[in-house]
């Protein structure tokens, strides 16, 4: 493994590795008002959720590199303690994008990205009309971490009402990801598509427990076809399961005629047609196909 150090000499190059692995990050486009009550929209990518009861979020404004000065988002925070968090889509991403030059003080950028600005109904910061989601938030902490070039300043936001567009939501009113069709940031200049062939369903094992890697029969655990996220599928089983031979479908009862006398291959062959199965997230057939021997 390369292993490299923040205090190694080349800062930027240190910087690029964080956020390229730290990532994707959803991307926090944050509309604020200065003391004159001019506005300022910036995106933030050091964004998240921390908590739900209240419900929070956190985003982080750096200082800048060649000077530690720090921003106007941060600025108009501690001035104001007032944001609203609008998320961003690849329908607008390009305009964020553009947003976040280093426009002078009082700039607004609402009108140099080309957003449309809408009232909130619980704080004075506007909300960007062309984003699906806008979270009015009260600003209730703001952590500083240093005073140096690229120190990051959490800001701790409580969240006070969501907007959401309905032509994102689903008929259960629940939000669709391919219609939101959220971007996040990556390193450098990538961004990633959080929606079609990108999105896919892990099962939440949090309601019953597993069996685990070490509850697998060894052989299975062993195996030199089944990955770890084919075991780990296998191993979100509550028991271990009994064969049924009422299962065995012609793939099955071929393959092991075919094998009968070359039991190594035809391990492999189950185990191989196990992994479709599993890719499928036919667990239970997965498990019959390995029992079937
Ligand atoms: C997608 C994206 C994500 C960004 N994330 C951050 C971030 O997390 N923290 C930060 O300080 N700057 C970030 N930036 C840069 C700021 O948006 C940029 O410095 C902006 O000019 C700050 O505006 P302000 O001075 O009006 O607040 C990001 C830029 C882009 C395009």
């Not at 923040?6 to 956020?19: D, I, K, M, V």
């Not at 030199?224 to 996220?229: A, S, V």
Request: net charge negative; aromatic share 8%.
């Amino acid at each position: 493994m390369k292993t490299v150090l923040p205090t190694s000499e080349n800062s930027l190059q240190f910087y690029n590795y964080l956020t390229s692995a730290v990532a994707p990050r959803p991307i926090c486009f944050a509309s604020t008002i200065d003391n004159d009550g001019l506005p300022n929209l910036s995106p933030f990518s050091f964004f998240t959720i921390v908590g739900n009861q209240p419900p929070m979020l956190v985003f982080s404004t750096l200082r800048r590199m060649r000077n530690g000065t720090t921003k106007h988002t941060y600025e108009n925070v501690k001035a104001n303690s007032e944001v609203v968090i609008n998320v961003v889509t690849s329908d607008i991403v390009e305009q964020a994008s553009l947003s976040s030059c280093e426009y002078p003080d009082g700039t607004d950028e609402f009108l140099k990205a080309g957003f449309t600005k809408l009232a909130s109904d619980f704080v004075k910061p506007f909300r960007v009309a062309e984003s699906p989601v806008q979270i009015e938030c009260k600003v209730v902490q703001v952590i500083d971490t240093s005073d140096k070039p690229g120190a990051g300043s959490l800001i701790l936001c409580e969240v006070l009402a969501i907007h959401i567009n309905p032509a994102i939501l689903n008929e259960d009113e629940t939000i669709d990801p391919h219609a939101i069709k959220l971007v996040a940031r990556m390193g450098k200049n990538y961004y990633s598509r959080a929606f079609g062939e990108a999105v896919f369903e892990v099962e939440k094992p949090n309601v019953k427990l597993g069996i685990g890697f070490d509850g697998l029969p060894e052989n299975i655990r062993n195996s030199t076809i089944l990955t770890g996220n084919d075991l780990a599928k296998l191993a979100n089983v509550t028991a271990l399961p009994e064969p049924e031979p009422g299962f065995y479908d012609e793939h099955i009862k071929k393959t092991i005629e075919y094998y009968i006398l070359m039991p190594d291959e035809l391990e492999v062959e189950l185990h191989r047609y196990a992994r479709k199965m599993l890719a499928d997230n036919r667990v239970e057939h997965a498990w019959q196909v390995l029992l079937s021997v």
